[in-house]
């Protein structure tokens, strides 16, 4: 017996998660549309072509700063499936902290011992504690404890108070105190010094991403919102789903699916889904997360001393928490010859910052950068760029864990994936990769109801 029909399956979501379910689901045959507001691919790691009169546009940037890690190997899998290895770059570029005026390198063993600001042994004692929580083998132990107040104790309150407490409060601000200390473990033990890029942006990632769905029959819609999402059908077993989509074209319709993958945050997906149960909303409508603002410059020279690519900002009073200079990693040449610099920000999504426009965030942000390197001038700045991205930061509680959903939902044909599933880390591209790949062996192994005897290609 044959079934000339495909199950077909809507993924909510262009960002990693997305459009890797999208290309798995399209590998095995499935029938699939992705719908992504944005009018490019890739979500937080999307790019824009800062060296337009080279050739091709020359390569992508990313608009908030991304790097790979040799831990990554998911997403790294993927480069290499894309036929976009030959492109990666590693190097173990240099971090650095400003503290007191001055730059120090503590990120590595020897750059912590000669961190003069700590006395010898607060040095080693700090050096103790995180060659711990690189070495354990999961975060079980550290359930239920803050990252402020665990290593305030383990490492001492003047080691904690002047590497780590001004990281977590540049970055959360008012929750800085309530950050569970699994998501601080995570980022210790889960990464490494030597660091990857694709010299051609992320973008291209996910452009060969899109290329690829489609040519294996899927569709995306880029710069198509969705609306809404409901079951229609009667029974135990649930029907079809609706889902109802706007263009930015004004161009509106619904469209039929056998079920939905919604790859949007756990609250925008209880928002977008209807007729979800009361008892689920209350349990998974819950949490907060900070938006991402990064203004990007190019500059006619190198800003940062010691060819330094990543700077913390731990003196207070500056408005961005993080200084990177992407072409002390990547080469300017790549970009016409242009010295770009991220400026990076987390804020609550209220904040007045992502409401005003690129020229009144210049005018706060290159006199505090003239603090941060001396001598630094604003006639330096070529050109500039601001972009702004909402839940983008988790805000990872104590209590974060209890909320996560389950990657099958509670309507029949319903999944969903998040950044609130990779915990405890909270964010990246390789949790996002990892985790649509977990969850498209999840969907083969239940079919879409009424769909249990379709298969490949249709061929009961």
């Given at each position: 017996m044959t079934s000339l029909r495909r199950p077909h399956a809507a993924v909510l979501g262009g960002g990693a998660l997305g459009l890797t379910l999208a290309l798995r689901l399209a590998q095995r045959g499935e029938a699939v549309t992705l719908f992504e507001r944005e009018t490019?691919?890739?979500?937080?790691?999307?790019?824009?072509?800062?060296?337009?009169?080279?050739?091709?546009?020359?390569?992508?940037?990313?608009?908030?700063?991304?790097?790979?890690?040799?831990?990554?190997?998911?997403?790294?899998?993927?480069?290499?499936?894309?036929?976009?290895?030959?492109?990666?770059?590693?190097?173990?570029?240099?971090?650095?902290?400003?503290?007191?005026?001055?730059?120090?390198?503590?990120?590595?063993?020897?750059?912590?011992?000669?961190?003069?600001?700590?006395?010898?042994?607060?040095?080693?004692?700090?050096?103790?504690?995180?060659?711990?929580?690189?070495?354990?083998?999961?975060?079980?132990?550290?359930?239920?404890?803050?990252?402020?107040?665990?290593?305030?104790?383990?490492?001492?309150?003047?080691?904690?108070?002047?590497?780590?407490?001004?990281?977590?409060?540049?970055?959360?601000?008012?929750?800085?105190?309530?950050?569970?200390?699994?998501?601080?473990?995570?980022?210790?033990?889960?990464?490494?010094?030597?660091?990857?890029?694709l010299d051609l942006g992320h973008q291209a990632l996910y452009d060969r991403m899109v290329a690829e769905i489609t040519r294996l029959g899927g569709t995306v819609r880029l710069g198509t919102s969705v609306d809404e999402a409901h079951l229609v059908g009667e029974g135990a077993d649930g029907g079809q789903w609706a889902v109802a989509w706007r263009d930015r074209d004004g161009v509106a319709g619904t469209s039929r699916f056998d079920r939905v993958a919604s790859t949007l945050p756990v609250r925008v997906t209880a928002r977008v889904v209807r007729g979800l149960p009361e008892a689920w909303v209350a349990r998974h409508d819950w949490g907060e997360a900070y938006g991402a603002h990064c203004l990007v410059l190019s500059l006619d020279r190198p800003l940062l001393p010691h060819g330094a690519y990543w700077l913390n900002v731990n003196d207070p009073g500056y408005p961005f928490l993080v200084v990177v200079e992407h072409t002390n990693y990547a080469p300017s040449s790549l970009y016409g010859g242009r010295h770009l610099v991220y400026l990076?920000?987390?804020?609550?999504?209220?904040?007045?910052?992502?409401g005003r426009d690129i020229e009144s965030v210049k005018a706060e942000f290159l006199p505090a950068l003239a603090r941060v390197v001396p001598g630094f001038d604003a006639s330096w700045v070529r050109e500039a760029w601001m972009f702004r991205a909402p839940y983008a930061q988790p805000i990872v509680t104590r209590e974060y864990a209890a909320h996560i959903p389950a990657t099958r939902g509670p309507l029949p044909g319903l999944w969903i994936g998040s950044m609130f599933q990779v915990y405890p880390q909270d964010r990246g591209q390789n949790y996002s990769v990892a985790l649509a790949n977990r969850l498209a062996l999840e969907m083969a192994a239940d079919p879409a109801p009424g769909l249990a005897g379709v298969t490949r290609r249709g061929v009961l």
């Open positions: 490019e691919p890739g979500g937080l790691a999307a790019g824009f072509r800062p060296a337009p009169e080279l050739p091709g546009g020359g390569p992508y940037l990313d608009r908030f700063y991304h790097h790979l890690f040799r831990s990554d190997t998911s997403i790294l899998a993927l480069v290499e499936e894309m036929g976009l290895g030959a492109h990666l770059r590693w190097g173990s570029p240099t971090n650095m902290v400003l503290w007191r005026g001055k730059f120090w390198q503590p990120y590595s063993a020897t750059g912590l011992l000669r961190f003069l600001p700590l006395p010898l042994l607060d040095r080693v004692r700090m050096g103790a504690v995180l060659a711990l929580l690189k070495a354990w083998p999961n975060e079980r132990p550290f359930e239920g404890h803050t990252a402020a107040r665990w290593l305030r104790r383990a490492m001492g309150a003047k080691g904690f108070g002047i590497l780590w407490e001004p990281l977590l409060r540049a970055k959360f601000g008012a929750r800085a105190d309530d950050i569970a200390m699994p998501w601080f473990w995570s980022r210790i033990h889960c990464r490494s010094f030597s660091l990857g890029y990076g920000n987390y804020h609550p999504m209220d904040h007045p910052i992502f």
